[in-house]
């Protein structure tokens, strides 16, 4: 009796095992078939976007046809009571992760070919800058609905856990207001983009450097000494900030030069616009312009105003027309006067009574 009783049994047992097996080894065969076929299509594109999609998603794909197969064996069991219930939990446990890792492995594939190789990040920056935070936000946002939908099945009250995530989100909200401060001003510089990655920017507080990353809380900023300053990203959306590199990357110089009296203010400032044409680093395309600009106590200053061709030259080409400058006066005798006070003191002895 027992024998004729385990018979059926082990019978049912053999098949589900079979079907178990056989969908396993359906869902590989099915895979493969799947990427040599699809591999042809995406081998005469030219875009690498298909190729790594298409390598991303074979094994989930082996997963969801072996998770069929296994469904259909469970049913056939006809298992009932807690044990039923418990498969079924499983199998949907593992059939959201399965599809939240596919569709996370999809979506980071495409953010990232978006940044990196798309027509969006060959025109311009925005795309690189954006994309990887928008590849976090949605594989964090996939996660989430994941999550939902396996508490939904297990029957837990979804609404109650949000409001009291909300509640802790307020009390974390205002202990962290500064940081949040700072993600809304980086959202605020990434979308108003006054300044690009590899601009050149000039802080309130005077320090001078290329930008080299725009983060989500900071900005970093490689300063002339070759230093790395971190910057909140609401200090740059409250304070003032100068680009140097628009509208282009000419620089203004401003050359002061003091003459003495009695010099020749028109050959003085005929060679000091020929020492700004002649320097290599000057814009040529933009005239110098030298102007009189005061009546010191020794000399008659004067201004030379003219472009360098690029903002890192800048120095090269202050240094290199004062240079010319002070070569091209000495040839010419200009004198560059020392500075000169004439002291007259009232009750001394003048020639007359010296004399006598």
Not at 5 to 24: N, V
Not at 108 to 126: K, N, P
Not at 300 to 316: P, S
């Amino acid at each position: 009796m027992t024998a004729a009783w385990l018979w059926p049994a082990a019978i049912e047992a053999a098949i589900t095992a079979s079907i178990l097996a056989g969908s396993y080894l359906l869902a590989r065969v099915v895979s493969w078939l799947v990427g040599r076929l699809f591999e042809r299509t995406v081998a005469r594109t030219a875009s690498s976007l298909d190729d790594r999609l298409l390598s991303a998603l074979k094994r989930p794909l082996t997963y969801a046809l072996f998770l069929l197969g296994a469904n259909a064996a469970i049913e056939r069991l006809q298992v009932e009571g807690r044990w039923a219930q418990r498969l079924d939990t499983f199998l949907f446990v593992f059939g959201a992760l399965i599809l939240t890792y596919a569709l996370a492995r999809a979506y980071g594939i495409v953010m990232e070919w978006y940044a990196t190789e798309s027509v969006a990040a060959r025109e311009g920056q925005l795309a690189a800058e954006f994309g990887p935070f928008l590849a976090k936000a949605g594989k964090v946002f996939l996660a989430l609905v994941c999550l939902i939908a396996v508490l939904e099945h297990l029957r837990v009250d979804v609404r109650s856990l949000v409001v009291s995530l909300g509640v802790g989100s307020l009390a974390v909200g205002l202990a962290a207001q500064d940081t949040l401060a700072n993600m809304f001003a980086g959202f605020a510089l990434m979308l108003d983009r006054p300044f690009k990655v590899g601009e050149r920017i000039a802080l309130s507080t005077g320090e001078v450097g290329d930008v080299i990353a725009i983060g989500m809380r900071a900005t970093r900023i490689r300063t002339l000494d070759d230093t790395i300053l971190i910057v909140p990203n609401s200090t740059l959306v409250k304070d003032r900030v100068v680009n140097m590199s628009q509208p282009n990357r000419n620089l203004t110089l401003r050359l002061e030069v003091g003459v003495a009296y009695g010099s020749d203010l028109d050959r003085a400032k005929a060679l000091m616009a020929a020492a700004a044409r002649g320097c290599e680093y000057v814009e040529p395309s933009r005239e110098p312009v030298v102007l009189a600009t005061r009546f010191a106590d020794f000399s008659v200053n004067l201004m030379l105003v003219c472009w360098a061709k690029d903002y890192t030259q800048a120095g090269l080409a202050g240094s290199s027309v004062r240079e010319a400058i002070h070569r091209d006066f000495a040839r010419e005798g200009i004198e560059i006067p020392f500075p000169i006070r004439k002291v007259l003191h009232e009750g001394a002895p003048g020639p007359a009574a010296g004399a006598a």
